[in-house]
């Protein structure tokens, strides 16, 4: 399963600035970021962090300023974001499968991408019966679905115990080391390689 | 093309999960058209006149309740945004709630109209009619009703706006289809009216979808 | 016209108009009205209340002018995002709207000497009470958004809609009309004289004006709000 990511990649933002419900959140925010590295964004709550994750992911467009992405496929990238992404209704092993047809995904069985966060047991449990920590791990598999090499996660320590952490670090670092990006936010110390950090702080208007 | 039959699998799955949901529209369309009768009197002429347009009207207010929860379940649980970011085309993915939002509640209609008609004491060559009519006007209520349904995703009184937007815009389908029975019974044809009630079916189709991703797309930023 | 886009360029162009606007509207309205109310010869068939005629048809044309209105500028908004599109459309439609009750209150006064009572389901007048609630369904989705873009997009995007429904709905009412027959209830039973057509005329420049005076002022309202809001959000 140690695929290499056989384009290079990139992240770049330019002068961005980002708003939300109307009113400028943050302005002139630029980095770039390549294959290999990862991206911490912090900064107290309401200071823009899901806007510019959101930016980045594609889901909302910048206030102004742009952002370039290699590759430019949307396959190429995935999100995590504070809502789950997973229907209550269905089992995990349902959630994920759907997930994986939508992203075209065939390689990868549903047991692959789940026993990487220790879901294996909860695999034909309804979702809408299990804990906030084992969703938001299945949120989690959610990105590791199909080899995408930019990742985009809000907040992806959230709910999680020590022990998972360590899981999810361990998979940040495998996807690291084969090439791929990642952005994310957190309030807490992380043990990932960060290369660059934003404070939201500076660039709130 | 495939994206698309995993969202409707997904969907259909779930309302077939959530019976009760679905039975509970089915039940509203057939509990209002018989409150009819207690209202208006058991006359079997009385009845038989109004009969296409009681139908008709409930139909389109169970179309409406069934819409309530179409976009909000996904956006609230995330996977409406999700979707966005995922190399499904937003065009798809309204395509998609579309057909499975008309699975879940015209079908049904179609399939109960029969028996409402003979509820109604309407004559027997009305019953054709008025299921060609709600088939070929029903999808129309979807798609329109989608549009309606995601302008409306992130406003303040959601529910009375939803219908208050929808309801003008129904008139057109509502008037054919139930002309499309009223003309039987004065037995004139009814072809030219299916061919107006499909003229709507095709302009829905050609403009619906466009406004419907739109107005999701504006919804997220 | 994209050189209109630009606020400060619409500002001086409306000064210029505006004065204008004022003047055709005095000089139409007072002939109009002298004409309509008492110059111009009653009816043979309904006698004095056919006057009525000369508020009802005008303010039926305004409000299907204000809506085109509308749905040209929100088309404009939508694909060129200039913020004075989307202005001019919010500005045009409760006048619209406005207009639109006119046109369905003197329908009502009109209709009971006329037919004896006070509403009926015309195709024309049930055309415009469709219009209203489109009317009305605009100006509720625009305001129902906390974030003020999302309702202006909202709105354009509904104004559109609605105006490519606008001649499907006519076009039902009209065939939903003729199947019910309501014949005694046609309002084509008018043979308009030359001596009608004048004053009808003067009202109609009078109304168009007026919308035009109106408009402005809202514009112009609306451009200051946005400067105030610019300049408070720098502070």
Same mark, same amino acid.
């Given at each position: ?8 990649s990139h992240l770049k933002a330019y002068?961005l ?13 630029s980095?770039t ?23 980045l ?8 300023g742009n952002i370039s992405r290699s590759?430019i ?9 504070? %809502?789950?992404?997973? %229907?209550?209704? +269905? ?58 090499? &930019?990742? &985009? ?6 709910? +999680? ?5 360590? +899981? ?5 670092? &495998?996807? +690291? ?29 | 093309? *495939? ?7 997904? $969907?259909?799955? /779930? #309302? ?14 057939? /509990? ?7 209202? !208006? ?26 819409? *309530? ?54 004559? #027997? *060559?009305?019953?054709?009619?008025? !299921? ?32 208050? /937007? ?20 004065? *037995?004139?044809?009814? $072809? ?30 | 016209?994209?050189?209109? =886009? ?149 709105? =354009? ?79």
């Open positions: 399963m140690s695929k290499e990511f056989t384009s290079e002068n600035s980002g708003s939300r419900s109307g009113q400028i959140v943050f302005s002139n925010i980095f970021i390549r294959e290999g590295q990862c991206l911490k964004i912090i900064g107290p709550n309401g200071s823009g962090k899901s806007t510019l994750l959101s930016i992911a594609g889901l909302i467009k910048p206030h102004s590759p496929e949307t396959n190429s990238i995935r999100y995590s974001g504070h %809502k789950s992404g997973l %229907k209550d209704a +269905l089992t995990i092993k349902e959630n994920i499968n759907f997930w994986r047809k939508i992203y075209g995904c065939n390689s990868d069985s549903v047991e692959e991408v789940t026993t990487n966060l220790s879901l294996q047991n909860v695999l034909n449990t309804y979702t809408g019966l299990l804990s906030a920590g084992v969703k938001k791990r299945a949120s989690l598999a959610i990105v590791t679905i199909g080899h995408a090499p &930019i990742w &985009i996660l809000d907040e992806p320590y959230a709910s +999680l115990d020590k022990e998972n952490i360590k +899981l999810l670090d361990g998979l940040i670092n &495998i996807h +690291l080391n084969k090439g791929g990006i990642v952005a994310f936010s957190s309030h807490q110390e992380s043990q990932l390689p960060i290369t660059t950090s934003i404070d939201m702080h500076q660039y709130t208007v | 093309m *495939n994206a698309i039959l995993t969202i409707i699998n997904r $969907d259909l799955r /779930i #309302s077939f999960l959530h019976r009760a949901d679905s039975l509970l529209v089915a039940g509203f369309f057939v /509990i209002t058209v018989m409150l009819f009768p207690f209202g !208006i009197g058991p006359e079997p002429g009385l009845l038989e006149r109004v009969g296409a347009g009681i139908i008709w009207v409930t139909a389109l207010l169970a179309t409406l309740l069934s819409l *309530n929860h179409l976009f909000s379940e996904d956006e609230r649980d995330g996977t409406l945004e999700l979707l966005l970011t995922s190399p499904v085309e937003i065009y798809s993915i309204v395509i998609a709630k579309t057909l499975s939002h008309w699975l879940t509640s015209g079908l049904p209609l179609i399939i109960l109209s029969p028996l409402l008609v003979a509820a109604l004491q309407m004559p #027997s *060559n009305t019953i054709l009619p008025m !299921i060609i009519g709600l088939l070929l006007g029903t999808p129309t209520l979807s798609m329109i009703g989608i549009v309606g349904s995601t302008l409306t995703l992130n406003a303040r009184l959601r529910g009375i706006l939803m219908p208050l /937007i929808i309801l003008p815009l129904y008139i057109p389908i509502l008037i054919f289809g139930v002309g499309c029975v009223d003309v039987e019974s004065m *037995n004139f044809s009814s $072809d030219r009216l299916y061919m107006v009630l499909l003229g709507f079916l095709i302009i829905s189709f050609t403009l619906c979808p466009w406004a419907a991703s739109t107005a999701l797309k504006m919804s997220f930023e | 016209m994209h050189a209109l =886009a630009n606020p400060n360029k619409f500002l001086k162009i409306a000064k210029i108009i505006q004065p204008f606007a004022i003047i055709i509207f005095v000089f139409s309205i007072i002939p109009g009205l002298l004409f309509a109310l008492i110059v111009s010869p009653p009816d043979y068939q309904q006698g004095e209340t056919v006057r009525i005629m000369y508020i009802h048809v005008p303010s039926a044309w305004m409000g299907l002018f204000s809506y085109a209105i509308m749905a040209i500028c929100s088309g404009s908004y939508l694909i060129w995002r200039y913020p004075i599109a989307n202005m001019i459309a919010r500005a045009s439609a409760p006048i619209g709207a406005i207009f639109t009750t006119l046109c369905l209150l003197s329908g009502m006064l009109w209709g009971e000497p006329m037919w004896g009572t006070p509403w009926v389901w015309d195709a024309r007048l049930t055309s415009m009470l469709v219009l209203l609630f489109l009317y009305i369904g605009y100006i509720a989705i625009g305001n129902a958004y906390e974030n003020p873009e999302q309702g202006n997009k909202a709105s =354009a995007i509904l104004a559109l809609v609605g105006s490519v429904n606008l001649p499907i709905i006519k076009f039902s009412v009209d065939w939903w009309n003729t199947l019910h027959q309501p014949s005694i209830f046609s309002m084509e039973g008018i043979s308009l004289d030359s001596s009608m057509i004048t004053p009808l005329f003067l009202m109609v420049i009078a109304f168009q004006s007026y919308y035009i005076i109106l408009l402005l002022i809202n514009v112009n309202t609306q451009i200051i709000d946005s400067k105030i809001r610019a300049i408070s959000l720098r502070l």
